[in-house]
């Protein structure tokens, strides 16, 4: 059954999906489709009234998911080197006729938590601590490291592919922290070492090693603006999904 794509086509246009953010870090966005836009689209008949919630649940979907994919790409480019875990954190919450709402936003479930630090890189701001800052922040120091400082691995500490600290250098370091002082690891300033900072070092054979330099935590700019991201995509795309899922649901329609 054909829907007379010229007359429709310019209904369309008028029933945009309404982007809006889910919370005030822009870490989730919302598509929805008013019931003054679904009025719109009502005006020609009973068998296209009777389809259009459900149409317009599935390109909801359609264009949500493609807004998905686009976030998670664009973390390449506003994130150094960003793992595999970051590059998938993003998710849909699907539609349905009845609730004409699609979200797309950042996992943050136990385990799988990717909003509480990509917020960061979103809405800008300090950044949190990661596992082994907090892992050594519980460590006895000297003092001379306070709390809330960040740890900048020299190059005496091994990375990962993703420019990341090994486990297997977190765990030499925590094996040698509060060993022998002579050969082990201390966190702290080094003393009669000249003017070197806070850090976490290794004393070997009567010389001083550096792994970690405590620094000021760094503070991040927004660089990801995720309702610009996906809103390109649902801009090009809404239309022909709206258009073809509704084709096809009267098509179907007996």
């Known amino acids: 059954m054909s829907l007379g794509g010229r007359l429709v086509g310019r209904q369309v246009d008028k029933c945009w999906p309404t982007l809006r953010s889910a919370y005030p870090w822009h870490m989730a966005i919302l598509l929805t489709i008013d019931q003054q836009g679904l009025e719109k689209l009502s005006r020609f008949g009973s068998a296209v ?3 259009l919630p459900f ?13 998905r994919t686009a ?7 506003a994130f150094n080197k960003p ?3 970051t590059q998938t954190a993003f998710l849909v919450q699907k539609s349905t006729k009845r609730d004409l709402t699609a979200a797309i936003y950042a996992n943050d479930a136990p385990g799988k938590n990717r909003a509480k630090y990509l917020r960061y890189g979103i809405q800008g701001g300090a950044r949190p601590a990661k596992g082994f800052e907090r892992y050594f922040a519980g460590v006895a120091n000297d003092g001379t490291i306070t709390p809330g400082t960040t740890l900048v ?5 091994k990375l990962n592919a993703s420019g990341n600290v ?15 002082p002579r050969g082990g690891f201390f966190i702290g300033t080094p003393r009669g070492a000249g003017t070197r900072p806070p850090g ?3 004393r070997s054979r009567e010389r001083l090693f550096a792994y970690f330099i405590a620094k000021d935590a760094p503070t991040y700019t927004s660089r990801f603006n995720l309702p610009d991201i996906a809103g390109k995509v649902i801009e090009r795309r809404f239309n022909d999904y709206l258009m ?8 179907n329609a007996k």
């Open 200 to 202: 976490i070092y290794r």
């Open 166 to 180: 090994s486990l297997a250098t977190l765990k030499s370091i925590g094996k040698g922290l509060g060993g022998n």
């Open 55 to 67: 149409a317009t649940s599935v390109a909801l979907n359609a264009v949500a998911f493609d807004g």
């Open 71 to 77: 976030a998670n790409s664009a973390t390449v480019g």
């Open 49 to 51: 009234q009777k389809q």
């Open 153 to 157: 691995p020299t190059r005496n500490v």
């Open 83 to 85: 793992t595999r875990f």
């Open 244 to 251: 073809s899922s509704l084709e096809k649901a009267l098509s």
